[in-house]
């Protein structure tokens, strides 16, 4: 089967320190690939859309991103520990799904009943007519859809570990994706053709998943009540971080919607795109240093070392995107367009924040490989009092005080979790 092949061709470059080499060296390079292909499609709709339209395209994505994880709260995590627990069992998994499924439906439900009317008003709000935002409605679900299924018919592919399979799919789905935009989008300039050639882009995508997932699975099982009880058991852990979550992940873009205009959305949307690069280099920390972090034996000092080694790696690394941006920051601006000409230091603002956002992902992954994971009371809440003292501090209602609060925020969340990762590596073995 061909599935069942690249699976073995995958787990034989495991047998090697060449193999990992590779597959450290090729994914990067996917990565790359994909980032690239993605930057390159927001090029053509930012350059295509007027301010006020791209603004309610940013205002779109951020409330698919918003519902998602909403409508997760955590199944994917509890699918994944389940499904893994007798991985090569097509049966159990097609049950692991079904109930992943059900759930996952359940609460998107709810979700979408909360939200969607929060977006159309939002929508309206910042210029949208009736005419326009009830499609854009219809592109948000079916978007918001799509990528729940996608999702969670990935993880049979990730138990398996097909590396490269996944990564042909990914390059896929941008290669559709940025064809389709520069033909219909220019054909005709809107957001709801923008979001819909992503949705077009995640359904042809979603047949290859599931083609290639049917080796692995059994499509036909029902979902077994007992998994579905485990899976809530970690929904009931996780519901609370990822509430936070659903609010603080687009922080940005609700207070440029709650606190600005129209067009400083757009400002803040556009100019976040160059900073998504430098997500080459949260998704290389994924895949390299997490993983060998957590093999790290139990020694704090060892532990420690290692973590600021990892942060300095990332640092300078990030350190020199920020530079190479502020060089060539009006290269970038002319990228984005005439109508973001006359943004300047925003550039240098976005891209320390964007280096800020690595640095603290990094440390959350690195922090959570090793099982460090710091009270959800203490950490959200000590977060949530921190973003109420900087919207006091900060000029929110400007692009420039958008961007800083968009540094402080995650300098604020490096710190709390670097002292955590010092304080459990000699919590957990002090004596060593």
Same mark, same amino acid.
């Given at each position: 089967?061909?599935t069942?092949g690249?699976?073995?061709?995958?787990?034989a470059?495991?047998r090697?320190g060449w193999?990992?080499?590779?597959?450290?060296g090729?994914t990067?390079?996917?990565?790359?690939?994909?980032?690239?292909?993605g930057?390159?499609?927001?090029?053509?709709?930012?350059r295509?859309?007027?301010?006020a339209?791209?603004?309610l395209?940013?205002l779109?994505?951020?409330?698919?991103?918003a519902?998602?994880?909403?409508?997760?709260?955590?199944?994917?995590n509890?699918v994944?520990?389940?499904?893994g627990?007798?991985?090569?069992?097509?049966v159990?998994?097609?049950?692991?799904?079904?109930?992943?499924?059900?759930?996952?439906?359940?609460?998107?439900?709810?979700?979408?009943?909360?939200?969607?009317?929060?977006?159309?008003?939002l929508?309206?709000?910042?210029?949208?007519?009736?005419?326009?935002?009830?499609?854009?409605?219809l592109?948000?679900?079916?978007?918001?859809v799509?990528t729940l299924?996608c999702?969670?018919?990935?993880i049979?592919?990730?138990?398996?570990?097909?590396?490269?399979?996944?990564?042909?799919?990914?390059?896929g789905?941008?290669i559709?994706? %940025? &064809? =389709?935009?520069?033909? *219909?989008?220019? !054909?005709f300039?809107?957001?709801?053709?923008? $979001?819909?050639?992503a949705?077009? #882009?995640?359904?042809v995508?979603l047949?290859?998943?599931?083609?290639?997932?049917?080796?692995?699975?059994?499509?036909?099982?029902?979902?077994?009540?007992?998994?579905?009880?485990?899976?809530?058991?970690?929904?009931?852990?996780?519901f609370p971080?990822?509430?936070?979550?659903c609010?603080?992940g687009?922080?940005t873009?609700?207070?440029?919607?709650?606190?600005?205009?129209?067009?400083?959305i757009?400002?803040?949307?556009?100019?976040?795109?160059?900073?998504?690069?430098?997500?080459?280099?949260?998704s290389?920390?994924? %895949? &390299? =240093?997490?993983?060998r *972090?957590?093999? !790290?034996a139990?020694n704090p000092?060892?532990i $420690?070392?290692?973590y600021?080694? #990892?942060?300095l790696?990332?640092?300078?690394?990030v350190?020199?995107a920020c530079v190479?941006?502020?060089?060539?920051?009006k290269?970038?601006?002319?990228?984005?367009?005439a109508?973001?000409?006359?943004?300047?230091?925003?550039?240098?603002l976005?891209?320390a924040?964007?280096?800020?956002?690595?640095?603290?992902?990094?440390?959350?992954?690195?922090?959570?490989?090793?099982?460090?994971?710091p009270?959800?009371?203490f950490?959200?809440?000590?977060?949530?009092l921190?973003?109420?003292?900087?919207i006091?501090?900060?000029?929110i209602g400007s692009v420039?005080?958008?961007?800083?609060?968009g540094?402080?925020?995650?300098?604020f969340?490096?710190?709390?979790?670097?002292?955590?990762?010092?304080?459990?590596?000699?919590?957990a073995?002090?004596?060593?």
């Amino acid at each position: 089967m061909e599935t069942a092949g690249k699976v073995n061709n995958t787990t034989a470059l495991f047998r090697n320190g060449w193999g990992w080499i590779h597959l450290f060296g090729t994914t990067a390079a996917a990565q790359a690939a994909i980032q690239v292909l993605g930057f390159a499609t927001g090029l053509i709709i930012i350059r295509t859309l007027p301010p006020a339209q791209y603004a309610l395209y940013v205002l779109s994505l951020s409330m698919v991103g918003a519902m998602t994880i909403l409508a997760d709260s955590g199944v994917t995590n509890g699918v994944m520990a389940e499904g893994g627990k007798q991985w090569r069992d097509r049966v159990w998994l097609g049950q692991v799904l079904a109930t992943g499924r059900k759930l996952r439906f359940q609460f998107g439900r709810i979700a979408a009943v909360v939200l969607i009317p929060t977006a159309a008003w939002l929508l309206v709000k910042h210029g949208a007519h009736w005419i326009m935002a009830g499609p854009l409605i219809l592109a948000i679900l079916a978007s918001f859809v799509l990528t729940l299924t996608c999702g969670l018919y990935s993880i049979p592919l990730a138990l398996h570990q097909c590396v490269f399979a996944s990564i042909r799919i990914s390059l896929g789905q941008g290669i559709i994706r %940025l &064809v =389709l935009t520069a033909i *219909f989008l220019l !054909l005709f300039p809107n957001p709801f053709v923008a $979001i819909m050639t992503a949705v077009v #882009a995640q359904y042809v995508v979603l047949g290859r998943i599931k083609k290639l997932g049917a080796g692995f699975v059994d499509y036909h099982e029902k979902g077994n009540e007992v998994i579905e009880a485990k899976i809530l058991t970690m929904v009931k852990r996780r519901f609370p971080e990822c509430l936070y979550y659903c609010i603080s992940g687009q922080i940005t873009i609700w207070l440029a919607t709650l606190y600005g205009s129209t067009l400083m959305i757009a400002q803040v949307g556009a100019l976040s795109r160059i900073g998504q690069i430098m997500m080459v280099l949260s998704s290389i920390t994924s %895949l &390299v =240093l997490v993983p060998r *972090f957590a093999r !790290l034996a139990n020694n704090p000092k060892l532990i $420690i070392k290692r973590y600021f080694q #990892a942060q300095l790696v990332l640092g300078f690394s990030v350190g020199l995107a920020c530079v190479a941006i502020g060089i060539f920051s009006k290269q970038c601006l002319w990228l984005l367009g005439a109508s973001y000409a006359r943004l300047g230091s925003e550039v240098i603002l976005m891209a320390a924040g964007s280096a800020m956002n690595v640095l603290s992902a990094a440390a959350l992954a690195l922090s959570t490989a090793r099982g460090y994971v710091p009270n959800p009371a203490f950490y959200i809440g000590a977060n949530i009092l921190w973003q109420v003292l900087c919207i006091k501090w900060l000029n929110i209602g400007s692009v420039t005080g958008m961007f800083e609060f968009g540094i402080v925020m995650p300098l604020f969340n490096l710190m709390i979790l670097s002292g955590y990762v010092i304080y459990s590596a000699y919590r957990a073995h002090p004596t060593t």
